[in-house]
């Protein structure tokens, strides 16, 4: 709005220039804020688990002489505890996914590896929800990239799917190669039956610390970050992330990536003579 009131005045004069500057202005009014909004998220999810530990540890103090107050407090003085690890650990993984290149040590990495590591990370949670997950279609495929923020990007999904789904319910993932113009794309898709996502929220998930539901995704141990970097991810390989969801039946989320050999390809034929 503020780009185009200026546009309009000095349209006039015929300036390109000055309506670039002004475009350019606004940008980076757009990056701070977001940088502020990040700072005001960030501060705002710590206080939760922190203020919390420090009315719990008066508690403790207050209940010396009741030996099952004290135990019961203890326990929730874990729960936040491992909150704040969790955010912080997600804190670090989204810097690091945001300022690391992660092409500078890229290799194929082979899917099923991926999928393995990704199903051992959600392994407890989806046996206590006696969920089962099933991969298929991953054999002989390979991705280009870096193995630990792909793992990170992988595992992310597949904790979502079982998060986000009740109990005796089925997460899938599978894997298969596309014909791509610009060489071969590495299709992986997690399918969960849960409870899905509307189509208003689906466009906004991806954005750091939005939840559709923040009691919920606090009582799984959330952060909001989990999408963020999987987007990011995405992105920094060349690929993307895209979801489909329909309410109350469940949500696939699909990681497009570059696929390992078309990769080698292009750049090899990039460096032969043209
Ligand atoms: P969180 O740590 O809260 O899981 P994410 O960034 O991973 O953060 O996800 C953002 C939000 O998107 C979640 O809080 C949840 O509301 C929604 N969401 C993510 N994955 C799923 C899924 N598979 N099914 C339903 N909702 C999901």
Same mark, same amino acid.
């Given at each position: ?36 909004d ?10 939760t688990?922190?203020g ?9 103090m ?6 099952e ?10 729960? %936040?505890a491992? #909150?704040?690890?969790? $955010? +912080?650990? *997600?804190? @670090? =993984?989204? &810097? /690091? ?9 890229? %290799?194929?990495? #082979?899917?099923?590896? $991926? +999928?393995a *590591?990704? @199903? =051992?990370? &959600? /392994?407890?949670?989806a046996?206590?929800k ?7 279609g991953?054999?002989?495929l ?5 193995r ?10 597949v ?6 789904s ?24 997690v ?5 899905g ?8 998930v ?14 799984t ?25 329909s ?9 497009r ?12 034929a990039?460096?032969?003579p043209?």
């Amino acid at each position: 709005g503020e780009a185009l009131a200026v546009s309009a005045r000095v349209a006039p004069l015929g300036s390109r220039l000055v309506l670039l500057l002004v475009e350019d202005l606004t940008e980076a009014r757009r990056i701070e804020a977001v940088r502020r909004d990040f700072v005001a998220n960030v501060s705002h999810e710590l206080k939760t688990p922190t203020g919390a530990l420090s009315l719990l540890s008066e508690a403790v103090m207050d209940a010396s002489d009741d030996p099952e107050a004290v135990t019961r407090f203890a326990g929730r003085m874990q729960i %936040e505890a491992t #909150r704040l690890t969790n $955010l +912080v650990q *997600e804190l @670090i =993984d989204l &810097s /690091r996914v945001q300022n690391d290149d992660p092409l500078e040590d890229a %290799e194929p990495v #082979r899917v099923d590896e $991926l +999928v393995a *590591e990704a @199903i =051992d990370r &959600s /392994r407890h949670p989806a046996s206590t929800k006696q969920i089962t997950m099933a991969a298929g279609g991953t054999a002989d495929l390979y991705v280009w990239g870096n193995r630990g923020q792909l793992a990170a990007a992988l595992g992310n999904l597949v904790e979502n799917a079982v998060n986000y789904s009740p109990a005796r319910t089925r997460v899938g993932i599978a894997g298969r190669r596309i014909a791509a113009p610009g060489g071969d794309l590495i299709e992986i898709a997690v399918t969960d039956q849960g409870i899905g996502i509307s189509e208003k929220d689906r466009e906004r998930v991806f954005e750091r610390f939005y939840r559709v539901d923040p009691a919920r995704s606090r009582a799984t141990g959330g952060t909001g970050l989990g999408l963020a970097i999987v987007k990011h991810v995405a992105a920094s390989h060349g690929g993307e992330v895209t979801v489909w969801s329909s309410e109350g039946q469940g949500s696939t989320f699909t990681l497009r990536l570059p696929e390992a050999g078309a990769v080698r390809d292009r750049a090899s034929a990039g460096r032969g003579p043209v």
